[in-house]
């Protein structure tokens, strides 16, 4: 393997369990409100990378049922803090790889998810009322996993992120917003579970998500703007989902992404050079995989969640990433 | 974490931080702990509502402590209070996020936070002047969120907050104001996509609402976008604007002459990427719409023109070749 596009697993799996042990670092305890999403991240990373046992499974079932916030019937980040629909997203998520979704009580996450929907079709993060179609998504995918996307208003749902479609094929936050990469990913999952890719002008988003890569190999959000990993994900899940991953330079891609990488202290940054954190070890890892990233397992691009989990469960979709190397 | 450069630390400077860090932890904790304690006693003193402020000033990302801050507002403070006391107990937690989204500006929880504010301002200051405390509010969101958009003409939270103060307007500003602004940001960069987005989205209404003429208006967009086109031929925004303004291709005249517009670039910068990619999309319109009103050759000049930008664009721009070759493949189809 040459070195200069070695992806260092070893240290980044050292790096993710490091994280749960810096019990005395003030940033650990600022970052508190985003732990049950860390872990989500942390793990997926590790199950990509082969390594799923590198973090105790019954310790980490327990933090997440300690996250319970039992007078909304779902889960907060950590223990303590107010349920939310996105940390009850990475809580199932995180049940569903360790096999324990025994431990939910579906019933009330259902109901939770649920009573978030907006008479527009959108949904809420919360009673507070923030909406998003990334909350579309997560209520979607969520319900998917759980098996109750039968009790969703699919028109409705449908309906309002066919609103926030613009003239570039791209998707916007909430109706009228710019198309942003991540929204993009978030509104073609989605429309990819409920089986309503009609939805999307595929030529024309495939052509701006193509564009989105730049000379240096790594993929922006928006026009004119910056590369980072994270967009390697964002954008690789959606040209995946319209089977475009070859309209980009796959090798570029990579290099970049393995560029970002911490080589002394493992994990990955936003760009060559940065600090590395678990957000963009998980997205860059996940886009190595559906790069076809030698020795890495296949993720799902619909739900950014090991392939495997997502067959045994009978969710996949026609996504198609590229075919794994044997070697680099 | 985004932006932040990777230092390696010595052994020694990092347990110096450590140590440092070790009475701001303490506090930190501590301060949290009592918070969330009151919060699950359903503690809603004013004392509580000042250790928000505290915890949220140290780390505005604390959804909970921001959840907590709301249920004392909601359920203490704003009943026992009178009109204008809530106007100005609102008006100092909008003055609160503004310091905050200066250090924070893509902070969610902050722009959520301010928006709920301002759907709790009350009628006032007068049952005659019910909505003059909402104007006055509303006023400063706007020159807030230009000053945020100053400081990044790119934030989309901004760009966000600012569609939803426009639309909710207790009375509504005209379109026109709107599109004036989209101008100032665009002529101060023609990178600004977020602002050609926004123009797109004003002007719809405009030309739907019959505002403005629909057919002076596209002819001042075409003249602009030109402009733009010529200052820099390699700036993406304003190319995926002129497509917006083409629309469908319904309008063969339309479509050759931007063809020809292009053409007349393409010939002073021969490299030009968008020149030809955008040659090729406008070409490939008029294959699959007016074949019917074609001349004799036209057809056949066309294929092969797109295929040959094609193969440039190709050499060109490797990076995308498969799609350059699946275009053309796509081309060669409507020909047969």
Redesign the interface.
Known sequence: MSTDLELHIPLHVKYIQSLGKSK???MY??????RMNAIYWGLTALCIMKHKDALSREEMIEFVMSCWDDEAGAF??HP???A?IHSTLSAIQILCVQDAMDRLDVDRITKFILSLQKPSGVFAG?K???VDSRFSYIAVNALALLGRLHELDTEKTVDYIRRCK???GGF???I?????AAQVFVCTAALAILDRLDVIDQDTL???L??R?LPS?GLNG????LE?VCYSFWVLSALSILK?V????AD?LMQFIISAQ?P?NGGI???P?????V??TQFGVAGLSLLGYPGLDDLDPVFCMPASVIEARGLKKGWQALPRQPTL | MHGVKRVQYSKEALEAKRQRDQAKLKEYLALTHDILSRKKNNDMCREAFELTTRLLRVNPEFYTVWNYRRQILEIDMIPKSSAADTNDLLAEDLNLTTALLKQHPKVYWIWNHRRWCLEHVPNGPTEEDSNGWRMANWNKELFVVEKMLEADARNFHAWNYRRYVLGTMPVRRSELSELAYTSRKIEANFSNFSAWHQRSKVLTALWESNTVDPVKSKEEEFDLVKNAMYTDPGDQSVWIYHRWLVGDGGEAALLKREINTIQELLNEQPDSKWCMESLVHYKRLLLQKHTTSFQPGEQVNLVESCIGLLQELGALDPARRQRYKESSEHITRLST
Do not use: M
Not at chain 1, 29 to 34: I, K, N, Q
Not at chain 1, 222 to 225: A, C, G, S, V
Not at chain 1, 273 to 277: K, Y
């Open positions: 005395d670092d003030l305890h600022l970052t508190a409100h985003l907060g980040a303590d803090h107010d939310h919360d507070y009322g923030e613009n003239f570039d916007g936050a909430v009228g917003a710019e198309s942003h495939a052509w701006w193509a564009e890569q190999g928006r026009p004119e703007k980072d475009k070859s309209w980009i330079d570029k911490d002394d940054a936003d760009r050079g940065n600090q590395a954190d957000f963009h």
